[in-house]
């Protein structure tokens, strides 16, 4: 299967990360002498389902050699613009693709085992859409200085992943679907109105369980969707700040 990898992240001039490291693109990072987007690369196409590399963000020029095939579409804007950029160039050169990997790239501390875990674990079920869920205490286990922000459901708090799995034509043959997340993404009122305010009141007095998100809003958003709780912290360890930079250099340092 292919790889829509999001590598488009243009941090600002007041960006605590680039006032650390002078650099405005995310992916470019240098970690221990290469750049991020090169370690979560390798891990992907170190599996043996992975085939393809859609890179968006990226431009061949700025691009290091990543030494995989890479197709590279110019940045769109917001994140859910670029995925959707990413998902027109695949059709483009593969129409008959069924299933693709949805990944950022500052995520470097992921490995090609868990990749192939990933992929296992989504494959055995039938689904539409596939996202990483990362528990509480398996992340603060793990990382207990990375400082992740949890949502908060009946069982536990969880963190979102960073790599998910979904069908190609959940954006091809919903255009309203996509139409809708587009305009409710900056309004909360219209996200009132796509996921129902019943919804909203039991997420707030937490009386949610996965189980329960998963069927309201694969019902909402009209497609078949699956949380995979991940025992592999490493899939939700984005660099966002300088300390978790931090983190994950000394984690590959001692890899090294």
């Known amino acids: 299967m292919d790889v829509i990898m999001t590598a488009g992240g243009l941090m600002g001039p007041e960006d605590p990360l680039r006032i650390m490291t002078g650099v405005t693109k995310k992916a470019l990072l240098r970690i221990n002498g290469k750049p991020m987007i090169h370690y979560v690369v390798d891990a992907l196409a170190g599996s ?3 085939e393809r590399f859609i890179i968006v963000g990226l431009s061949p020029e700025e ?5 995989v095939p890479a197709t590279f579409v110019p940045a769109q804007g917001s994140l859910f613009d670029n995925v959707v950029a990413g998902f027109e160039k695949l059709q483009e050169i593969s129409s008959d693709a069924q299933l693709v990997i ?3 790239a500052d995520i470097p501390l992921l490995t090609t085992e868990m990749v192939n875990w990933f992929i296992r674990t ?3 079920t039938d689904h539409d859409l596939y996202y990483t869920i990362v528990e509480r205490s398996v992340m603060e286990e793990r990382f207990a200085k990375a400082a992740r922000t949890f949502v908060p459901l009946r069982e536990r708090a ?3 992943g960073d790599i998910l799995m979904a069908r190609t034509d959940v954006i091809h043959c919903n255009q309203a679907l996509v139409d809708q997340l587009m305009e409710a993404r900056k309004s909360f009122w219209k996200q009132v109105r796509l996921v129902g305010l019943g919804f909203l009141i039991r997420f707030a007095l937490r009386r949610l369980a ?3 998100a998963e069927r309201h809003l694969s019902k909402v958003l009209h497609v ?3 949380a995979i709780p991940t025992p592999f912290a490493e899939m939700g360890m984005d660099v966002d700040k300088p300390h978790q930079l931090e983190i994950v250099r000394a984690e590959l ?3 090294q």
């Open 210 to 212: 996965v189980a329960d």
């Open 48 to 50: 043996p389902e992975v």
């Open 63 to 67: 691009s290091p050699d990543l030494g």
């Open 102 to 104: 949805l990944s950022t």
């Open 158 to 160: 969880y963190c979102g």
């Open 224 to 226: 078949r969707g699956r």
């Open 122 to 124: 989504c494959t055995e």
């Open 253 to 255: 340092a001692g890899k």
